[in-house]
């Protein structure tokens, strides 16, 4: 139900291609607001304009408008088009005498300058109509003028086909964010996020909480930021997630809680997308009496597995030097062989391991794998995830070379959801097997057909984790939660040896009365990303930080005088080499020594 | 417009009395729901229960129910209400041998306990209805019921009528918020919300945009909490307020921008209810060649003035220890002496100083201010900006006394909006009486009919802010901001002897075509306050801090281990006190010396 409203929410807010790359300019905040609801929002209610730039057509001829917008460019000292967050409209300059100081005021504003014009709505010429421009069959005669404000010379132009570095973006950031596309984006994301809360509030009877944000810091939260407080030692922490809060809520009565909610984690930033699960055949019955050797050797192992793709019309799009690159790849970031495997056998892999592949074991793949003449098996062995990862990403390559050989095989204007269920509870800490550690968080309900292995196997219990992918990225998960305290107290303290100490307010407030309860939560960023099809997440966050975590518009983190950071009780411990660095800028210059 | 709006939302979302304090229990999230929309939500898709336990009506009967929620009480073992966040609805224990194990559930499970229950609603017995609960005509006859969590003895009932101490509240705060009191404010709060979007969002076009919250730290911003990020040195802030984002939003072109932020301010608790400004009249005139001392004083000094107002009805309920008090008061907190005025003469004070006042000049104060002849007057003289804080201060204490004995002076169902406006853009630096600083912050535009006095009597020059008043108490406040690169760098610069550097990113941004703008923003916290009647803001956030910033709950702020500040590179400076008590601790325990 709930991916199935998403699905149709993307759908009636995405533009038809689902990739916003050629955008007929002004019509878009139109259609964004025509597909999302009924009554058309009052656009000029509060302000001096009587009218947006981009909403002007044949039905306004003859009314006298007053706009207010950037100029956009200048054509001949004649024509001047004017741009708002609407759209754009072609004003006529007049040329008479006893408009001598309008003309004087349109001619000789800079680019990008602001200005109010009045004037009547009229029919362009026939002939000069501009059908790519929804304003195109009219034209303002301008009557009044008045400069808002100068521009000086801008470090870029504000056009779509003008390039520009990220960093020079992120830098004018203010500048950058009239650009249509960006305009798009963050208004496009600003009326999904609305309609959520329409579907949660109006439809669904949700209450919308804010949670703070000066929390304390939470087991294992290495990767929460510290706040000084003006108490000796004593830190605040922005807090990763409001999961916490959720579970509290829910133990105080606040049935149906939901919240845009800001989650903080000091990381740096990751590539939005990132394959993250992946369908594969398990294949390793078939080569369980093989003679390639590191088909045996991962099979001979305890988490041994033999797995395979398999990509349809391979042979007919896939040439081998794709082959040998991908099979580089695998051998580079994943240290893993792969083998590449084809239904007829005169068209095998010129390779001495390829031969030795029986014929029987073959017909076996093709018949288990339902593979047509002209697909080629990608085929990996060894330790269970690590077989997953490397076809995960390999299914993603070939999606690529497929793509750009002309194959259509991922429509973007399609909303494909996957719910993705069964996770493990537990993995096996990596630095000791040995140990346990939650595949998610400490507070997840085990499966309830699996409670009774938490005391036998508890590795082989599932967990009630659920994340939700759309098309190949993951942009949500949840879970149902541990409302028992005793099934809590077990959990982190006999299984995971954590210190119950730093949750005691949990586990007293499961204690007393918890309902059941479970939630889920979006990454909007991302989601809204998949949606405009912006290419980074940047791109849909209206002021981001760089990679490293930077504002390099205002050049935050920065400096502070140590006195700023007394009241804090705080000082700075300056590494080793920077201490060196400023005891020498501290020496005397001395050219001589 | 705007307050109108806000005027209706108020009303239309309170309760008729504006201050709940006795609440029919049930009827409250019903008519929050009613009275703000007319599609009423489902509150029970997606969950167990049928049907919620505040909604079930005569016209249920008959009805197969399933039911989630606290046992609230339980009646000699036949009776047991049941509570979630939509009401109470009684529920009869099966005393037949059949549905022992039925019995044994609900009359074991401690209060508080979480029980599912299915049954048919059916008619309470005739003279057994209770009208006094929404859901009285009817009670659930149960058939199956399931234990969902025990609950361990609580330390306060989750009663209304039972008191406890705030501290306790806010330790226990998950079990507070199941009180009816905390779920109709944020409720109301969610809802008030909402309205609020649907007005900006679908009515008039606006984006809701999310705004940083890792910035920089601005000119002033002492109060701006600091974090370390992993560069040696360097901090980001939590900003103060989203407005330079605004601002650089509406460089943009994000025009209608609008945001549901949160502000940090590192400073102790405020009570919220303030007296903000008041409507005095100034009778220097009357008093020109007064021969009282502290009069004469006061009006002899530039910014001098003597000031009154007038306590209708005050003969009547004023006592003489009253007016004390109140003169107590206003020597006590504000070193400002008060002189009461009786128009008629033979109820004069009985003070020497009183006394000095001429027969005239009694007169002329009782015409300009227009006083019956039960009224009574406080004078006071002095400082312009202290005469007007100390008669604020005494306009609200007089109204406490004069409500105390019987009087109705405030309406609290009404919503009394204002607006204040012409405020100084300057004043004189308190500590520095020669330089100037901000009114309100340095972004403010000047009155454009000052501008001229911008560069010969700053001092005079009003400003373009405004704050919206309801009721007495601030609920907001905003200005049209400074568009002009040339007039703000004139402003921080010249008059104000600011560092421009630090703002050198906005001051670009101004230069690069920014349109002229201006906003408001509502204190959102105070607003709710006073449409529910809560005593303090505390009472309309889920998880609020305590006065001193503790989050009582989790122990917020918390002690850290040296280690995990590291990577911060910022080291703990232990006050010379706690260092002592520190090292004392460090030292090896010697009985004998």
């Known amino acids: ?99 001598a100081s309008v003309k004087k005021i349109l001619c000789e504003a800079p680019m990008e300058s602001v200005v109010q014009v009045s004037g009547t709505v009229i029919s362009r010429p026939p002939g000069q109509e501009n059908p790519k421009m929804p304003t195109g069959e009219i034209e303002i005669k301008v009557k009044s003028a008045q400069l808002l404000n100068t521009c000086k ?46 579907y949660l509030c109006n439809l669904h009877g949700f209450v919308d909480i804010e949670t703070p944000t000066l929390f304390k810091r939470t087991p294992g939260g290495a990767k929460e930021f510290v706040i000084p407080s003006r108490e000796p030692g004593k830190f605040y922490c922005l807090p990763q997630s409001p999961q916490q809060f959720k579970q509290l809520l829910m133990v105080g009565g606040l049935d149906r809680y939901f919240q845009v909610a800001r989650c903080y984690r000091d990381e740096g930033s990751r590539p939005d997308r990132q394959p993250e699960f992946t369908q594969i055949v398990d294949i390793s019955d078939v080569f369980r009496n093989t003679k390639v050797g590191f088909l045996q050797d991962a099979l001979s192992k305890p988490q041994g597995t033999v797995k395979a793709i398999c990509i349809s019309e391979g042979t007919k799009y896939l040439k081998r030097k794709d082959i040998e690159s991908l099979r580089k790849l695998a051998a580079d970031h994943f240290n893993q062989e792969v083998l590449p495997v084809f239904p007829k056998a005169n068209r095998n892999w010129n390779s001495p391991v390829a031969k030795s592949i029986m014929e029987e074991q073959r017909s076996e793949l093709i018949r288990l794998m339902e593979i047509q003449e002209d697909g080629v098996v990608l085929l990996t062995a060894g330790e269970h995830r690590k077989a997953c990862s490397v076809l995960g990403k390999l299914r993603l390559e070939c999606a690529d070379l497929l793509e750009a050989r002309g194959l259509v095989l991922r429509d973007p204007a399609l909303f494909s959801f996957l719910w993705v269920v069964d996770f493990p509870l537990f993995l096996p800490k990596e630095e000791n097997p040995g140990e346990l550690e939650s595949a998610h968080h400490p507070f997840t309900a085990p499966h309830p057909s699996d409670i009774h292995l938490l005391h036998t196997e508890p590795k082989q219990v599932r967990s009630q984790h659920y994340d939700l992918v759309l098309n190949g990225n993951e942009i949500g998960g949840g879970s149902i939660r541990i409302h028992d305290a005793e099934l809590q107290r077990y959990i982190l303290a006999t299984l995971l040896k954590e210190d119950v100490k730093l949750l005691s307010h949990l586990l007293q407030a499961l204690d007393f009365g918890a309902p059941p309860h479970g939630g889920i939560a979006l990454g909007l960023d991302r989601l809204i990303c998949l949606v405009t099809g912006a290419p980074s997440i940047r791109d849909v966050i209206a002021f981001p930080k760089s990679f490293r975590g930077h504002d390099l518009m205002s050049n935050a983190p920065d400096s502070l005088p140590p006195e700023e950071l007394k009241p804090y009780h705080i000082q700075v411990s300056w590494p080793a080499d920077s201490e060196a660095e400023k005891s020498s800028l501290n020496q005397p210059y001395h050219p001589e020594s």
């Open 1 to 99: 139900m709930f991916s199935c409203w998403l699905s149709r929410l993307c759908r009636g807010l995405s533009t038809p291609t689902g990739r916003v790359t050629h955008l007929i300019q002004g019509s878009l905040s139109r259609r964004l607001m025509l597909s999302s609801q009924r009554r058309i929002p009052e656009l000029s209610s509060f302000v001096a304009r009587t009218n947006t730039c981009g909403e002007l057509r044949s039905s306004h001829l003859g009314q006298e408008v007053t706009l207010c917008g950037w100029i956009q460019y200048r054509r001949q000292n004649i024509f001047l088009v004017l741009r708002d967050f609407h759209g754009l409209v072609q004003v006529v300059i007049p040329q008479d005498e006893s408009a």
């Open 153 to 198: 010379k801008l470090p870029f132009e504000i056009k779509d086909f003008v390039k520009k570095t990220e960093a020079l973006r992120l830098q004018y950031r203010y500048l950058d964010l009239r650009s249509f596309q960006m305009q798009y984006n963050l208004r496009l994301r600003s009326r999904m996020v609305m309609k959520m809360r329409e």
